[in-house]
């Protein structure tokens, strides 16, 4: 039985740094923009083909096509698609192989049925203000800039999971554990993820 945990987390919420700590503590690989590189690989697709496309959700009245990789690949449906479809494949693979953490890509409801797993599934989230305070120091922007981008990244993650997911991203019901940073801190929530961990059935 291969433990796996599954982060979905607001934007500037601190769910990359979370999953990274963790995975420090636990001995554990984390997979985040590594899932695209894979992906592309299984679908022999050039990554500037599906980057752009990463964590997005399709938009019905513009996209793009894919029309190139191997068998893996779907050809003409949405670069979206094509890459949820690759990335799903991988994180299955990923996931009978070996015990790790994926950050997004609505792992938590690709492995939902997968067998010989065992997931702790976590959203992170945060105050508004502490999320737009972190872009603010993280990428040296204005309040207003980071105030939007951190909307915008909200917006896109949540239609991102909600089309191909049917399920609302930030429900209760889809998590193991709800944490705010807020109030817990980076390494309160790691406390909290790794002991919930070391509790999955072996």
Request: proline share 4%; charged share 25%; glycine share 6%.
């Amino acid at each position: 039985m291969n433990k796996i945990i599954c982060v979905n987390r607001q934007f500037g919420s601190g769910g990359h740094e979370i999953s990274v700590k963790t995975g420090e503590r636990l001995g554990l690989p984390v997979y985040d923009k590594e899932l695209l590189s894979l992906a592309c690989r299984h679908g022999e697709v050039r990554e500037q083909t599906l980057s752009y496309a990463d964590e997005k959700p399709t938009n019905p009245y513009l996209f793009q096509a894919v029309y190139e990789g191997n068998s893996h690949v779907t050809r003409g449906m949405p670069t979206s698609e094509v890459l949820f479809q690759l990335q799903s494949h991988e994180i299955m693979r990923l996931a009978q192989e070996e015990p790790c953490i994926f950050v997004g890509r609505c792992a938590n409801w690709v492995l939902r049925d997968e067998p010989g797993v065992a997931l702790l599934r976590v959203y992170v989230s945060a105050s508004l203000d502490d999320r737009v305070e972190r872009k603010m120091r993280q990428e040296n922007l204005s309040r207003s800039a980071a105030l939007k981008q951190v909307k915008k990244m909200d917006r896109q993650r949540r239609s991102y999971y909600e089309g191909f997911t049917g399920l609302l991203w930030d429900s209760p019901k889809q998590y193991d554990l709800m944490l705010n940073t807020s109030e817990l801190g980076i390494d309160g929530a790691v406390d909290l993820v790794a002991t919930q961990y070391k509790a999955l059935p072996e």
